[in-house]
């Protein structure tokens, strides 16, 4: 699937300019604070061994659970070094055209 999304040379700078900008987003700052916790709890009941009754299954899930968390938790910065490595192109995150940008423009107008 991820080949449609980043098929061309453009969807792969798009892609990095929309990684990097959710990266330092406030929404997504705020994210990374609440995996955070949420990992830290995660561990500290793994690091506090099973519980009466707690099966190995029981375990294996909160297991999961701390992958998961930790696996979104950096998922921005995982899909920018999968787009930077199979692109070799900086990203352009400057959000305003440049004079060569504009020129063209208007000369397909």
Excluded at 56 to 62: E, L, M, Q, T
Excluded at 88 to 96: A, K, L, Q, R, S
């Amino acid at each position: 699937m991820e080949e449609n999304l980043f098929d061309t040379p453009e969807k792969v700078e798009q892609g990095l300019a929309n990684f990097l900008s959710l990266r330092e987003h406030p929404g997504w700052k705020l994210m990374e604070e609440i995996l955070d916790k949420n990992i830290q709890v995660i561990r500290e009941v793994l690091e506090g061994g099973a519980g009466e009754g707690e099966t190995k299954a029981d375990v294996d899930r909160i297991r999961e659970k701390l992958t998961f968390a930790k696996w979104f938790r950096n998922m921005p910065k995982n899909m920018i070094e999968k787009l930077e490595s199979s692109s070799g192109v900086e990203p352009n995150v400057d959000p305003f055209e440049t004079a060569e940008e504009l020129r063209t423009k208007r000369l397909d107008k």
